[in-house]
Each structure stands twice: as C-alpha cells, then as structure tokens.
C-alpha cells in the first residue's frame, strides 16, 4: 500500500512543474551620452623649471679696523638695524690717551704761535725804527751833516731788523705748519677712535655673529653679518644649452613652495661663466619685497625657452588611477579605454605626449558610468 502512495505523489508533483523561462531574450541597451573633443595639435608656450636658493640681494660682512678687546655687544643675530646703530664697542681708552695728548700739544702750539706773533710784532716795530732811523741818516749824509761812518751804522741797524722780522715771521710759519699737523693728528686719532663703536652699514637684519664682549677683535676678522631688508634675489641654475633663451630684464614665474604661492619677477643677472662641472650657468632674480621672504629658501622659476607644436585634450577627459593615465576614445559609438602619457597644464587643457593621434576624439568630461566597450551617443 505505501509504494503506490510514493508513485502517486511523484506524478502529482511533475504535473505541478513550472516551465524555465527562455533565457535568450536581453532587454536593449541604452546608448550613454557622451561629448567629445577632438586631439588637435596646438602651440604652446615652453617652458623650462629652473630650481634655486633665495639669498640677499645686499650682504654685508662687518668687521673691526682695530685690535681691541670687545666692551659692549648691543646686536643679536635675528635683530633688525639701523643704518649707524652701534653693533659692539671695543675698548678704546689707549686712542682716548691719544687724543688727549695730541689736544694737549695743541694747545701747547697756540701758546707758542701767541708768543711768536708778539715777537714778529716786535720785530716789525724794530724794522720799522731803523727804517725811520735810517732815512733821517741818509738826509743828514747828504747834506754832508755826518759822517759816513754814522749811515753805514744805521744802514746795518736796519738790515739786522729786517733780518729779525724776516726770522719772526718764518718762526710763525714753522708755527702754522706744526699746528695744522696737529689738526690732523687730532682728526685722525677721532677717527681711529670712532673706529672702536662698529656700526651697522645699513639697515638690515644681522643673519651672523662672531663676536661676545671680551673678544679680541682683530682687523679684517668678520664680527657680524647683515642683509639688507627688503632685497632679495632668487639664484637659480640653469644648463648651458638653456642659457642662451635667458636675458636680462624677461619677466619669469617664480614659485616658492613655502610660502605656496607665485609671483612674477625679472631676471637682473646672467652670470656668463659657466661651472665647468655641472655644465650651467647662474641666473639672478630680482625678487618683489615681500615680508615672508628668507635667504636660503627653495624656490623655482619657470623661464619661457619659446612655441611648441604640442597634441592637447581637455583635462577633464584624463583619468588618473595612481601612476597611470588614460582616456575614452570615441570609435564607432563604442568607448574605448586608452593609456597615455601627460605632459604640461595649460588652463583646461593638459599636453599628450604618447597615446594618442591627431584627429582622434576623446570623452570629456567622462561619465561616471562609463566603462571600456560601453555603447555610446555623441551629442551634436
């Protein structure tokens, strides 16, 4: 009885059974809407990337003109100056004595040239009575009034005072020289002496110090050094088979990736020698004055070298996926996926080095449903 049952049952179920559906019929496949641009050749302006260090267009290196012991050092590095500020002071007191005792001897020749004037006044009275002496001799001679002997005597009194006053007045010249001798004995000993408070040269920021009090600053040694604020070039290195597109007064785009911005800047130097062992040649900058700007910072300078004819495609139709590039190409209604390789920027268009044809059209901007092998419409 119970296996007729299990039959039964089977053939019931059979019965119930569901036709499978045909799976050969797909529902159509909707073009995606894509817009294109054409791979065009293009001229463009190149450019080289110059890379470089920023330093001070003025740079002073302040030293001592005597050898002296350091008193006062009233400058840190980092501290803005003066142009004239003191810096250090050294001690002195050595040309101080100088300068005192050759203001002594000054006063000392005034005194002397007092006395030598009253003794050329003197002489002059003197030569002036032997004259008046003289001549009243001479009249009486004539008349026959004297003897001869009484005129050679006063011709003689009168040659001796002339002789006195000449004395008198050469002694007063002496005196004159000697005194202007001393003028300049005391001028130079207040300069030497001025020497000992060192100044700034102009107004700057000191970037170096070498000096402390107590230190014997010796001629020539570099105690301090200075920038001049508000100055500053950019150096940049540039190869020789470059520098003849570089000349004075081109403007060119200077970045600086610390303070991330860019400025425009003219070129105020081209070295024109040429570092034989790297095979480039120094170009300066002038820099604008701007606050943030330090000696030593990186900078780069994009220098215009001339037009290119360069292949170009809208940015947005490049797809970056880590290292690679790569672009839809319109072939047929049908998106094809194609590696490239990218060049330079230009406002909303980037340079196509590799890849791709004149004449080919890309996708841009690209959809994000797009996928290679995607059926698609070209909008008009």
């Known amino acids: 009885m119970r296996p007729y049952l299990i039959f039964v049952t089977f053939l019931f179920l059979a019965g119930c059974g569901v036709e499978p ?31 470089g260090t920023v330093r001070a267009r003025t740079t002073a290196v ?5 050898m002296a012991y350091t ?25 101080e004595s100088s300068v005192a005792r050759t ?12 006395e030598a004037e009253s003794a050329a006044a003197l002489a002059r009275s ?22 001869a002997q009484e005129y050679d005597e006063a011709a003689a009194r009168l040659k001796t005072a002339q002789a006195a006053l000449d004395m008198a007045l050469a002694r007063r010249s002496q005196m004159n020289a000697k005194m202007s001798q001393i003028e300049q004995e005391i001028r130079g000993a207040g300069i030497l002496r001025g020497y000992s408070v060192i100044v700034a040269p102009f107004a700057g920021t000191i970037v170096a110090k070498s000096i402390d009090p107590g230190t014997l600053a010796v001629p020539g040694t570099p105690l301090f050094t200075m920038e001049r604020d508000g100055a500053f070039r950019l150096e940049v290195s540039v190869p020789e088979s470059r520098l003849s597109t570089v000349r004075v007064g081109k403007i060119v785009s200077v970045q600086m990736d610390a303070m991330d911005r860019a400025f425009p800047a003219r070129i105020a130097e081209v070295v024109p020698s040429v ?17 943030e700007l330090r000696s030593g910072v990186f900078g780069r300078a994009l220098i215009d070298i001339g037009v290119r004819k360069v292949l170009t495609v809208p940015i947005a139709g490049v797809l970056e996926r880590g290292q690679l590039q790569s672009v839809y190409v319109a072939e047929n209604n049908v998106a094809h996926t194609r590696l ?40 008009q």
């Open 21 to 51: 559906a045909d799976k050969s019929v797909s529902a159509p496949v909707t073009p995606i809407g894509v817009d294109t641009a054409v791979v065009a050749d293009a001229d463009w302006q190149s450019t080289y990337e110059a890379t």
């Open 62 to 66: 302040v030293a001592s003109k005597l």
């Open 71 to 95: 008193r006062e050092v009233r400058a840190q590095i980092g501290d803005h100056v003066r142009e004239g500020q003191p810096l250090a002071v050294l001690d002195a007191r050595d040309l």
């Open 103 to 114: 203001e002594a001897g000054r006063e000392e020749m005034k005194s002397a040239i007092a």
């Open 126 to 147: 003197q030569l002036d009575l032997a004259l008046v002496t003289f001549r009243r001799v001479q009249d009486l001679l004539d008349k026959r009034s004297i003897a």
């Open 275 to 291: 570092d034989a062992a790297a095979r480039a040649g120094t170009v300066k900058i002038d820099l604008p004055p701007i606050a």
């Open 340 to 379: 490239v390789t990218i060049g330079t920027r230009m406002n909303d268009r980037v340079e196509v080095l590799s890849g791709l044809n004149p004449g080919e059209r890309v996708i841009a901007p690209v959809p994000a449903s797009l996928a290679d092998g995607a059926l698609i419409g070209v909008r």
